[in-house]
């Protein structure tokens, strides 16, 4: 088994669908270790004689499944939301992807229900100006009754009576704390009897099913729970560590792991963002780069590069290569920062701070690097590009110490220039 590992290096939307929809080509299997469909993947691909660009949104489902050949799996560390799940397949289907017999989902996945996403925006209100900008699908409450082991499975669904006992249970629980909310419990538990039917010839055991050919996967570094801006983050572990346990996968046989990184920074909801850009570049990286959110349409707050950032992801998820995305975005400027330092109390602060406070006093020191001003979204190789845009891409590799080996220059599947990856520049 050969384990290729696809992790977003900063705070989402990095464009790791696209990556892992060009390495499913050779993939048996694209499976998820972590989240929901609190994500939003876009993928844009040429399809039939015609080559039509054709744009396809995943959230819960693994964005390797518009290759023919590979087989998605949600693994048990994501929480399912089914009601989404078939929306979701029934889209794709009816874009012409045919998933027939090659999607799965874990008998030990949780299950998110409406009332998960219920509690999320109530909970989002009692924080009132302090909210963390969730999604709302319920993704936090649905890890929460995880954690303290109230929590749902896939596999519950099939034990009719005891599902139904069980969820009253939950929901009263919910009730005692959140006051009554408008929910039709009974009736959810009737939903779920038919949705259940629906799902079981999607269930596995993947624990087992994974453990026999090739897979991939992905998520965003800054947004786990552990390492992250705690507690603007997501409820689960996005960093690698959750490949081994959303999957059930040893460490030792993950083979490459790939950091995905946008060539500035972007972030959506709440939580500190030392390099956002509040002013003309904010809305040009915005409105150039289309930032606006595939899950909930929010538009992406936008900043320069951030290498503090970068550096932590790197000692964390020990990448061996990363994919730099969406530099043609910075085609048109004049001169483009980056971020290589913190500074507090005139003193440079080593590693990211876990304190917000801290982190909200820091000074952040950049280095200024001349812009390509020219397009690059034609380029068909990395020697091609304008030579201060290879300058750009030489200064984050070697600042990071990692080679760049995919850099994307435009959204399509064709618009990933190759680098060779085994030498620093
Ligand atoms: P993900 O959540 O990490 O998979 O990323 P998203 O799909 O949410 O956001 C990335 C967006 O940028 C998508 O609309 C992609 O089609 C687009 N994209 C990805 N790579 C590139 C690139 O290199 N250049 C440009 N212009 N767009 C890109
Ligand atoms: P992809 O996979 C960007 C953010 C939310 C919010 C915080 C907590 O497309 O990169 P949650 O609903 O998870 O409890 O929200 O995490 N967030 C994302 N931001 N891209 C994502 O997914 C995200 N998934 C969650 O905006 O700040
Ligand atoms: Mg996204």
């Known amino acids: 088994m050969s384990v290729s590992v696809v992790l977003g290096a900063q705070w989402g939307d990095e464009g790791k669908g696209k990556l892992v929809d060009i390495l499913a080509a050779d993939a048996d299997i694209c499976a998820r270790c972590a989240g929901g469909n609190n994500a939003g993947h876009t993928i844009v ?8 660009s054709t744009h396809f949104a995943f ?58 996403q219920i509690v999320d925006g109530l909970k989002e209100v009692e924080l009132g100006g302090k909210s963390i900008g969730t999604t709302k699908r319920g993704i936090g409450p649905a890890y929460s009754g995880k954690a303290s082991r109230s929590g749902l499975r896939v596999h519950h669904l099939f034990d009719h009576e005891n599902f139904a006992i069980k969820f009253r249970k939950v929901v009263e629980g919910r009730f005692k704390r959140y006051g009554h909310f408008e929910y039709d ?20 055991d993947s624990v087992t099913y994974i453990h026999q050919g090739p897979r991939r996967r992905a998520n965003a570094l800054m947004l786990d729970l552990d390492f ?20 059930g996968i040893p460490p ?24 956002e850009q509040l002013n003309d570049i904010g809305v040009h990286l915005q409105e150039v780069g289309r930032e606006f959110g595939v899950t909930t349409g929010r538009r992406r707050r936008c900043g320069w590069l951030d290498l503090v950032v970068m550096k932590h992801s790197c000692l964390i998820n020990g990448y061996d290569s990363l994919n730099l995305t969406k530099l043609d975005i910075l085609d048109d400027l004049e001169e483009i920062k ?26 952040v020191v950049y280095v200024v690097l001349p812009g390509w001003k020219a397009p690059i979204t034609s380029a068909t190789s990395y020697d091609a590009l304008p030579e201060n845009c290879k300058k750009y891409v030489v200064f ?11 850099i994307g220059v435009g959204p399509g599947r064709q618009s990933m220039l190759k680098k060779e990856a085994n030498k620093l520049a």
């Open 45 to 52: 691909v040429p399809i039939g004689p015609e080559k039509v």
């Open 59 to 116: 959230h819960l489902l693994p964005s390797g499944l518009v290759n023919p050949n590979c087989t998605g799996v949600i693994g048990n560390g994501v929480v399912v939301h089914l009601p989404s799940f078939f929306e979701e397949l029934d889209a794709l289907q009816a874009q012409g992807l045919d998933c027939t017999g090659r999607l799965f989902v874990s008998d030990r996945a949780h299950l998110v229900f409406d009332f998960h």
């Open 185 to 204: 419990t009974e009736g959810e538990i009737v939903r779920y009897k038919a949705l259940a039917e629906r799902l079981r010839p999607y269930v596995i």
């Open 228 to 247: 992250g801006t705690y507690p603007y983050v997501t409820s689960s572990a996005t960093a690698v560590g959750g490949v081994c346990t959303g999957l």
């Open 252 to 275: 030792k046989k993950i083979g490459t792991v790939i950091g995905v990184m946008k060539a500035y920074t972007t972030r959506v909801g709440g939580g500190p963002f030392p390099t």
């Open 338 to 363: 980056v971020a290589v330092k913190y500074i507090v109390d005139g003193k440079e602060i080593e590693g990211f701070p876990a304190d917000l406070e801290l982190l909200a006093k820091v000074e």
């Open 396 to 406: 984050i590799e070697q600042f990071l110490g990692v080679p760049i080996e995919w």
